[in-house]
């Protein structure tokens, strides 16, 4: 599973597969996330989930999200998130998770 860069002011925050972060941070492992009747919350990240393994769950979109990597801890590999594209996410048990398919996160228009 992949890992995000969440930018939140001038600092960089890695979080991993697990919904853990690289270094501690004000945030911590908090994203802000869009619902879709418009509703933004900074909720944590518990790590992420396959497309094929949800059902009938609400989608959220992540913001403040720059780029993603294909290495579970976040050492290497860095894309940039395509321009005009945001990640999708689900809550459950009260924390986002982040979609993927075939190993790469789901993206939606931001």
């Known amino acids: 599973m992949p890992s ?3 930018g939140f002011n001038y600092l960089r925050i890695i979080i991993d597969n697990n919904g853990q972060t690289s270094s501690p941070s004000v945030t911590g492992n908090r994203v802000p996330a869009i619902s879709a009747n ?8 518990g790590g992420f989930i396959e497309i094929e393994d949800i059902s009938n769950r609400e989608c959220y ?5 720059i780029g993603w990597s294909e ?3 976040g ?3 860095w894309h940039d998130l395509p321009k005009n ?4 996410a689900i809550m459950h048990h009260e924390k986002l998770f982040i979609l993927v398919s075939g190993g790469e996160p789901v993206f939606t228009k931001a």
């Open 4 to 6: 995000i860069l969440h």
């Open 38 to 45: 418009g509703q933004v919350r900074s909720m944590p990240v």
């Open 61 to 65: 979109t992540l913001q403040n999200i």
């Open 71 to 73: 290495d579970d801890d």
């Open 75 to 77: 050492i290497g590999g």
């Open 85 to 88: 594209k945001a990640l999708q």
